[in-house]
T-cell receptor
Framework: DVKVTQSSRYLVKRTGEKVFLECVQDMDHENMFWYRQDPGLGLRLIYF???????EKGDIPEGYSVSREKKERFSLILESASTNQTSMYLC???????????FGPGTRLTVL | GDSVTQMEGPVTLSEEAFLTINCTYTATGYPSLFWYVQYPGEGLQLLLK?????DKGSNKGFEATYRKETTSFHLEKGSVQVSDSAVYFCALITPTRGSYIPTFGRGTSLIVHP
C-alpha cells in the first residue's frame, strides 16, 4: 500500500515562531501537495511540487513556503506563524501514471 | 474556472437508510470525477472514480454515475452503516488545470446512528 506520513499529528506553536511540517512518501511519487483544511472551506491547495527542487504556488501560498530537497520528502514552512494559520494541514502524493492522490493523516496545527 | 458544489451537511441517517450526497460540477474540457472519504482522525482516501460520461464508479457498496448532461456525480449507497460516518469529498480533474491537480468540493459530513 502507498504510504504518506506526516511528522506530527498535533502541533502547538506560538505566534511568530518558524514552523516546519514534514511529509514523507514511500512510493516514489513525482508529485507532492500541501493542503489546508478548514471547516466550511474544504481543502485549499497551498503549494505543490512536480519534482525535486521544483515548486509551484497553489491557491493560497501567502505566508507559506516549501522545500523539496529529496524526492520522498516535501516540507511546508511557516516563516512566522500567525493565529490565522491554525488549521489542519494535509500532505498528498501522486505517482506519474495515476490521477489518484494519496493523503497523509494530517497535522493539526494550533498557533497561540 | 473549474468548481465542484456539494450539498451541505451534516447528513444524519439511521443505520440501513439510503444515502444520496449530491455533487455537481463546472469544468472546461472533459473532467475525471472522484469521491474521496475522510474517516475521523485520518487523511482523505479515494472511494471511487469515473473517467468518462456514463461510467459508474463503485466501491464498498457506494456508487456514483458520471452524468455529463446534468454535470453531476451523486454518491449513493443502499444501506449505510455506522462505520460509514465520515466526511465525503467530491472532486474533479481536468487537463486545463495541469498535471492532475484536483478541484475539491467543500465536503459533506455523514453521521449514521445505530
Amino acid at each position: 500500500d502507498v504510504k504518506v506520513t506526516q511528522s506530527s499529528r498535533y502541533l502547538v506553536k506560538r505566534t511568530g515562531e518558524k514552523v516546519f511540517l514534514e511529509c514523507v512518501q514511500d512510493m516514489d511519487h513525482e508529485n507532492m501537495f500541501w493542503y489546508r483544511q478548514d471547516p466550511g472551506l474544504g481543502l485549499r491547495l497551498i503549494y505543490f511540487s512536480y519534482d525535486v527542487k521544483m515548486k509551484e504556488k497553489g491557491d493560497i501560498p501567502e505566508g507559506y513556503s516549501v522545500s523539496r530537497e529529496k524526492k520522498e520528502r516535501f516540507s511546508l514552512i511557516l516563516e512566522s506563524a500567525s493565529t490565522n494559520q491554525t488549521s489542519m494541514y494535509l500532505c498528498a502524493g501522486r505517482g506519474g501514471a495515476t490521477d489518484t492522490q494519496y493523503f497523509g493523516p494530517g497535522t493539526r496545527l494550533t498557533v497561540l | 474556472g473549474d468548481s465542484v458544489t456539494q450539498m451541505e451537511g451534516p447528513v444524519t441517517l439511521s443505520e440501513e437508510a439510503f444515502l444520496t450526497i449530491n455533487c455537481t460540477y463546472t469544468a472546461t474540457g472533459y473532467p475525471s470525477l472522484f469521491w474521496y472519504v475522510q474517516y475521523p482522525g485520518e487523511g482523505l482516501q479515494l472511494l471511487l472514480k469515473a473517467t468518462k460520461a456514463d461510467d459508474k464508479g463503485s466501491n464498498k457498496g457506494f456508487e456514483a454515475t458520471y452524468r455529463k448532461e446534468t454535470t453531476s456525480f451523486h454518491l449513493e449507497k443502499g444501506s449505510v452503516q455506522v462505520s460509514d460516518s465520515a466526511v465525503y469529498f467530491c472532486a474533479l480533474i481536468t487537463p486545463t488545470r495541469g498535471s492532475y491537480i484536483p478541484t475539491f468540493g467543500r465536503g459533506t459530513s455523514l453521521i449514521v446512528h445505530p
